[in-house]
């Protein structure tokens, strides 16, 4: 995906026709997210329509994917973290709007009027990405062993998943 990408929303020139912004956009150079990551290889593919709606909502939606390269914090090996992110955002030069802004929309306080579009990218990272990043289980160095043997302990072909079923026969192995 290619394209150019403007640097800065700028809330004065949003028109009702609406623009079509689709780009590439890299995640080196996205200070705050950095911390996050294992490191800032990739890009964001950026696919966004920024406009003013009927109600007149100035308005940036569409969608964000990239993968970012996180570290998992049970193992401490990199973990791929693929995203998907759809973003609905009102546009607002004020906290007071907040109240009339319709409720599709989350609320985006643009900065003087304007913003850069790379730091409402990165703000939309940062709000993605997982509180503490793992591998799933069956994946996650520190928990293969542990889950080998849980698998071999399971019945093959269980349908259901029955969390509880494990108790009983815990329950009826104890003495007394
Ligand atoms: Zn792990």
Known sequence: MSGRLPETVHWDRLTEGGEILRG??????MARLAGCLLDDEGDVDVELELGVDAQKVRY???????????VCQRCLQPLPYPLDIDICLGLLVSEDQM??????????????????????????????LPLIPTHDAAHCAIDAAYVATEVE???????TRQPFAGLGALMKGKPG
């Open 24 to 29: 590439a956009m890299a995640l080196r150079g």
């Open 153 to 159: 302990a399971q019945p093959k072909d269980s349908g």
């Open 60 to 70: 940036l939606r569409g969608h964000l994917r990239t993968t970012l390269n996180l």
């Open 99 to 128: 109240e009339r802004l319709p409720e599709v929309y989350d609320p985006y306080v643009l900065d003087h009027r304007k913003a850069e579009l790379r730091t409402i990218v990165e703000d939309e990272l940062m709000l993605a």
